[in-house]
């Protein structure tokens, strides 16, 4: 009775710490079993982990951002040049089909179509006897950045927790007994990579060595080095030839370190057997328990930046796969503050300054063949991996992005130069760990020419945010080589006579008029790249006061491309012509850009492209793959809309399979495409802070999107907004603001969009007037929209907003109550 009882307590215990002491934590009652989806991830952005938590066999499934398939190498394909006028020739003379099957030919890479981010291996612990387990637990916390399983065999509390340390850059693996003396198990590593070769040192370590694979006739050069070592206390340490032998220990901790050859995108000098062994050297002498501490204060340093408060229920009680399928039909708000935040912590885990930047599937991995090569899909997945990160107050982990722009904007030269005689840089849709920018897939995808100007956006949004002039100085060779390609390649439209990119396509769809074919010319994505491009490399000239004669040049060029088009069916137009479908419902949503991540669409300044957004939008539906519901929230919440975008988190938040014919999420909380892709983690992380608050279209707006279900009361601290400013806390209650603290870091104007009217706690608040005088809420105006005379203009419906005026001084706080 007494072991039964004690059996009870302890599960009791275990529960109500799991909601007690954090609310943020995902937590299962059961293992993953063989499901890499039900693992739970850990990262230090260089190494990373999936920890299972099984019993009697546990997995940790390994992997290092620098290993990738293939070595340095470029895939342009020269052709393109001599071909490009035919090419324009039968886009024009409206011969799609026929200028594919060219472009197919002469644009698309006849090298490689893009390398892999690999998997490392797996190290298995083996715990003889722990077959029969009961009391079982596991979770990860993510304001510690843990993960932990506990479980009981016989009368032993056995307890694992795993880190992958930010300050000593190793993966660790803490294992304790409640009994002295009954920790036994065996530690050895398999691996799907060909070349690896795994054995056990004189020093009793356990290592992993090898090369990855060749790929698309890409020679496989990056060397990699993998080395485990176990410190015990008590017990003895053994070894056979294949594995480490722990016995009769009453703790174990061990470390493992992960290393390649890779310095950079053309260069694998590095020594990754040094390397590997320098990190394990330093981290091994450490206590686990100091380690710890250093570990979590490191990462809390970006995490603790923002708080989310939502609100509990009694349905946060249960463990989160549950949450998971009760989600549609219960009311969970903190389920939403979980997600995220998980986000956030997925991005601090998997981008960190002089790493990579996060792939399609972040640093997690475990295919040799990964979907999509796991590499950098650059019409979309790339880009959405880093909406949260200057809003959400993680700036630093955009730094590893903004440095892969750079790169590209080097590599990106000979790309532009060579296949289509321009200047400046260009990247198509997909590049990878050794900086391709040749076009890849088949030209129904890869010949969109607008990978390069995308990317360059983020460039410029973190200045945005920071008003660094130093940082615009390091970065404008690339927002202006952006800017170069365009000007360079713009073709005046032989009907039109508007300047348009030809060849040109809408990412991955394509209009039944066109037989299929997505080659066209002017498409309205590219046409907001392309208005973008120009207005901040114009903009970043004028602030660093330099180009003038190219500024002009590109004011020029801007005023002559083709204007957004309102449709027949009151839709904004995908193409050029008037051919979209109203019952298509394919997942891009590309001419959105405009609406978001842009801001040329806006519900206070472009009312008729406001309502033709919102036609696509409902023409299109909502449920979808997994990234493609995550922009949907942060487009509904540009609509104002805050309960059409909660909806789209409940659609995001459904079991994959569950959703017909659409995506959702898996029970560890990664996104479902299907399969996994962490895009739409971080897309949906973004729009939940738009719901909250924005400042792309002008002003600071608090509570723009607020859902009915949020209205009661919450809170939310530590939001970046443009012009430096921050938002130390605001909370509301009934919809309405009642307390805003805001820190202005770089002075200037501060103009409040608020649902209510507000007063300063000291100071006079004064309504807005005229234009914002802040530089940083300048907005290049849209120009207005072409509109078919079938098409029928719904005005939005605008709640009332109050709007102030408060001039700011750098590092001072200002303090808004209700009225």
Known sequence: ?????????????????????????????????????????????????????????????????????????????????????????????????????????????????????????????????????????????????????????????????????????????????????????????????PAAQTKITAAKELTIAGTTIDHEGVKGMVKFKGITRIKLEGGTLSATDTSLIVSNANAATI?????????????????????????????????????????????????????????VTDAAKLPTDERLKNFNSVNDPQFVTL?????????????????????????????????????????????????????????????????????????????ARNMYSTRGWMAHHNTDIWRINGGVDGAFWGLWPNGGGWLSQHLWEHYLYNGDKKYLESVYPALKGAAMFYADYLIEHPKYHWLVVCPDESPENAPAAHDGSSIDAGVTMTNQIVFDVFSNAIEAAKILNRDQAFADTLQHKRSRLAPMHIGQYSQLQEWLDDVDDPNDKHRHISHLYGLFPSNQISPYRTPELYSAAKNTLLQRGDVSTGWSMGWKVNWWAKMLDGNHAYKLIQNQLTP??????????????????????????????????????????????????????????????????????ELISMEWKDGKVVKAVIKSR??????????????????????????????????????????????????????????????????????????
């Open 746 to 819: 770089l002075g200037g104007n501060l103009r409040l969009r608020m649902p209510n009217e507000m007063k300063q706690e000291s100071g006079i608040l004064k309504n807005a007037s005229g234009d914002n005088a802040n530089p940083f809420y300048s907005i290049e105006k849209t120009p207005p929209p072409i509109i078919s005379d079938k098409a029928v203009i719904t005005p939005p419906d605008l709640k009332q907003t109050f709007v102030y005026d408060i001039p700011t001084q750098a590092g001072k706080i200002y303090t808004l109550i209700v009225k």
């Open 1 to 193: 009775m007494k072991q039964i009882l004690f059996s009870f307590l302890y599960f009791v215990t275990i529960a109500c710490y799991s909601q007690s002491n954090s609310d943020l934590k995902l937590w299962y009652n059961q293992p993953s079993g063989n499901v890499w989806e039900n693992a739970l991830p850990v990262g230090n952005g260089f190494q990373a982990a999936m920890v299972y938590g099984n019993v009697d066999t546990e997995t940790i499934q390994l992997n290092e951002g620098t290993v990738w398939s293939g070595s340095p190498n470029r895939n342009d394909n020269p052709l393109a040049l001599d071909s490009l006028a035919e090419i324009r020739k039968l886009v024009f003379e409206g011969k799609q089909k026929q200028a594919e099957k060219l472009a197919d030919r002469v644009i698309i890479s006849k090298k490689s179509h893009g390398q892999m981010f690999e998997p490392v291996g797996e190290l298995h612990l083996s715990f003889n006897g722990h077959e029969k387990y009961s009391d079982y637990y596991r979770e990860l916390d993510l304001e510690k950045a843990v993960a932990k399983t506990s479980y009981k065999v016989g009368d032993v509390i056995y307890t694992r927790q795993v880190i992958a340390s930010f300050p000593d850059r190793v993966v660790v693996v803490r294992l304790t007994a409640s009994k002295p003396g009954s920790l036994l198990f065996n530690a050895f590593y398999s691996t799907p990579q």
């Open 339 to 415: 997600y995220y935040q998980y986000g956030r912590y997925l991005l601090i885990s998997s981008s960190q300054p002089g790493g990579q930047p996060a792939t399609l599937q972040g640093i997690w991995n475990n295919k040799m063949y990964p979907p999509w090569d796991s590499k950098y899909t650059i019409n979309i997945n790339t880009e959405m991996n880093y909406w949260p990160a200057e809003k959400t107050n993680l700036p630093e982990m955009h730094e590893p992005l903004i440095k892969m722009v750079k790169e590209l904007a080097v590599t990106g030269q000979k790309t």
């Open 255 to 311: 470390y493992i370190s992960i290393a390649t050859n890779f310095n950079n995108y053309n260069d694998l000098g590095g020594d990754e057997n040094a390397r590997a062994s320098s990190y394990l050297d330093k981290a091994f002498p450490k206590e686990y328990d100091d380690m710890l501490k250093a570990h979590i204060s490191a990462y809390q340093k970006f995490f603790k930046r923002v708080k989310l408060d939502l609100g």
């Open 656 to 725: 994959v399979g569950t959703n017909e014919g659409g995506g959702g999420t898996y029970n560890n909380l990664f996104d479902a495409h299907p399969p996994f892709q962490i895009d739409g983690n971080f897309g949906c992380t973004s729009g939940i802070t738009e719901m909250l608050m924005q400042s792309e279209d002008g002003d600071l707006q608090l509570l723009p999107a607020l859902p009915d279900v949020w209205q009661s009361a919450g809170s939310i601290s530590g939001l970046r907004a443009r012009g430096g400013f």
